[in-house]
T-cell receptor, first 114, second 111 residues
Framework: DAGVIQSPRHEVTEMGQEVTLRCKPI?????LFWYRQTMMRGLELLIY????????DSGMPEDRFSAKMPNASFSTLKIQPSEPRDSAVYFC????????????FGEGSRLTVL | GENVEQHPSTLSVQEGDSAVIKCTYS??????FPWYKQELGKRPQLIID?????GEKKDQRIAVTLNKTAKHFSLHITETQPEDSAVYFC??????????FGAGTTVTVRA
């Protein structure tokens, strides 16, 4: 299996622009998580889905952030409009299920907002 | 929500010595405690985990201990090697299946 696939790996954009990050979970995994990693705040859970349904989005920092999972093999995290403080590495992770435990992380998308 | 504290933030050890990282958690309902290793520029990867019904688990040079009464758990790495140099994160999962991570420990193994 190719593992969790994220794109783009790197994104540099200007403040105010829309950013869309994409994730393909491991086939057969029912749960998908979006995390943000910064030096100051560490690994923060933004939102997670189970069977394509958003379960908890309390970690989404602002209304500028939104996430969707239209099917079992694809999810997006969108930031509109982007701000410099959104600069971070965004990780997508998947697991067999909510009680399965182990999260399999993608390589991450490094976002820089100028 | 769950609050996970991790110490120390940095740890430097001589090759062959042991390394110990400690974490505490706040929610007594937490029932799953994994440890992740993240090499520079890479993704976090699970190295060992423990559930609340056991007190200790070992996998070769790595071991984890859990004290539910005190709400703390620890990672022990014995006979450290240069490839053990990385950032290590502890985490705790509560009943709502949310995994909260500690701030991380940067481990440097000196040759």
């Amino acid at each position: 299996d190719a593992g969790v696939i994220q794109s783009p790996r790197h994104e540099v954009t200007e403040m105010g622009q829309e950013v869309t990050l994409r994730c393909k979970p491991i086939s057969g995994h029912n749960s998908l998580f979006w995390y943000r990693q910064t030096m100051m705040r560490g690994l923060e859970l933004l939102i997670y889905f189970n069977n394509n349904v958003p379960i908890d989005d309390s970690g989404m920092p602002e209304d500028r952030f939104s996430a969707k999972m239209p099917n079992a093999s694809f999810s997006t995290l969108k930031i509109q409009p982007s701000e410099p403080r959104d600069s971070a590495v965004y990780f997508c992770a998947s697991s067999l299920g909510l009680t399965a435990g182990e999260l399999f992380f993608g390589e991450g998308s490094r976002l820089t907002v100028l | 929500g769950e609050n996970v504290e991790q110490h120390p933030s940095t740890l430097s050890v001589q090759e062959g010595d042991s390394a110990v990282i400690k974490c505490t958690y706040s929610d007594s309902a937490s029932n799953y405690f994994p440890w992740y290793k993240q090499e520079l520029g890479k993704r976090p990867q699970l190295i060992i985990d423990i559930r609340s019904n056991v007190g200790e688990k070992k996998d070769q040079r790595i071991a984890v201990t859990l004290n539910k009464t005190a709400k703390h758990f620890s990672l022990h790495i014995t006979e450290t090697q240069p490839e053990d140099s990385a950032v290590y994160f502890c985490a705790a999962m509560t009943n709502d299946y949310k995994l909260s991570f500690g701030a991380g420990t940067t481990v440097t193994v000196r040759a």
